[in-house]
């Protein structure tokens, strides 16, 4: 690969200004392509790079779409720049952890087929996650050329959003590349997520011009297989940054109030009129959403998937204070049996 410079690796004044001369003359800038346990790759002015971590700082606190300041020499990374938008999950099992993603996005491609695949619930958490890191939500319906009625799933998809981007096709069509170019352009960068099977591979490719991922599935596979390993980043011949998340399991939602409340504004903008400000939209005198309800202006459905939503995530968020608050707590017993060990 010929070697690049910042800005065509995305880089912009935000992660300029957030340079000191001393490092602007030392250390050189670099986006992380690839996160490993114990060490990450990158691209940089200077060519790809293969960096280990300093002290402090863990491969779990480094995402694909970083940017960072590397000490080439000793191929070490030295600080990761504060990041645009972070597009980070609930884990499985509500350990109270968040899951990095992907760093520096501005579009979140979420991607399901015309088939069983589509649901719309998942959509819904995609969208929250998308719409709490302020990343531009867009929906790929693929296989849109093997559906009786792909607009049936256009109708529904269209129904999870104001204004939702919602675009059906055939990821192995020729015109992927013109189709996505509004997201895919110099200085953007957008992520692929969905379930295995419904074409990120595909659509990858078809974006990067096929040096990204070709391992492809078995045609028999009807469900698919987990063929992609890893998250990376991948450039597009358009001017844009590509990153492939494999198939996540999984898509815990924690932490995301404001994302949730983004993603049914219809029901979120209704709330601020129920009588009671921790309204629970039941029975409730004075409610504002089932009224709404009565009146047939908001999907019930709609308002179930949300609470349930908004229920997880409470769960979720409080698990997390809860974690940290041990691990505070913890922090300061070191540092005082440390204190007494010094006396
Ligand atoms: N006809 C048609 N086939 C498609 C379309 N999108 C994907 N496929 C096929 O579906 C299968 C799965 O596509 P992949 O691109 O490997 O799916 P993936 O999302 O990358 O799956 P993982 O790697 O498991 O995460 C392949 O055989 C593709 O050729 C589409 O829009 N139309
Ligand atoms: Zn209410």
């Known amino acids: 690969m010929t070697n690049l410079t910042r800005d065509a690796l995305g880089w ?74 972070e597009l980070s999950r609930g884990t499985e099992y509500h350990t109270g952890d968040k899951q990095l993603i992907a760093a520096n996005l501005d579009t979140l491609f979420i991607t399901t087929s015309c088939n069983n695949d589509f649901n719309v619930a998942r959509l819904e958490r ?41 675009l059906a096709l055939n990821a192995k069509g020729d015109d992927i590349p013109a189709l996505l170019s509004p997201w895919c352009g110099a200085g953007q960068t957008v992520a692929l997520t969905g379930s295995s099977g419904v074409g990120k591979t595909t659509l990858a490719n078809a974006l990067t011009g096929g040096q990204a991922l070709t391992q492809d599935i078995r045609e028999d596979d009807a469900r698919g297989r987990h063929t992609t390993t890893g998250r990376s980043l991948h450039q597009i011949p358009a001017g844009g940054w590509l990153i492939d998340t494999p198939g996540m ?87 005082a049996a440390m204190k007494k060990k010094g006396r």
């Open 12 to 85: 912009s004044p935000f992660y300029m200004s957030q340079l000191d001369i001393e490092e602007l003359e030392s250390l050189t800038p670099a986006r992380i392509t690839t996160v490993h346990r114990d060490r990450v790759n990158a691209l940089s002015e200077i060519g790809p790079l293969e960096l280990t971590l300093d002290p402090g700082i863990t491969t779990a606190a480094v995402a694909v779409g970083d940017w960072v300041l590397a000490a080439p020499t000793q191929h070490r990374l030295t600080r990761v720049l504060e990041r645009k938008t």
């Open 126 to 166: 995609y969208l929250a996650l998308a719409h709490d890191a302020l990343i531009t939500p867009v929906i790929l319906l693929t296989k849109a050329d093997q559906a009786e009625v792909p607009d049936d799933y256009i109708d529904q998809a269209r129904g999870l959003g104001r204004d939702l981007e919602v």
């Open 249 to 335: 399991r999984g898509l815990g939602v924690a932490d995301v109030a404001y994302g949730i409340d983004a993603t049914f504004p219809e029901i979120s903008e209704l709330a601020t009129q129920c009588k009671f400000r921790d309204c629970e939209h039941e029975s409730e005198p004075g409610c504002a959403v089932q009224a709404a309800i009565a009146a047939g202006q908001i999907d019930p459905e709609r308002l179930r998937r949300f609470k349930k939503l908004k229920r997880e995530n409470l769960h979720a968020t409080e698990t997390i204070a809860q974690a940290r608050e041990r691990h505070r707590q913890f922090g300061k017993k070191v540092k």
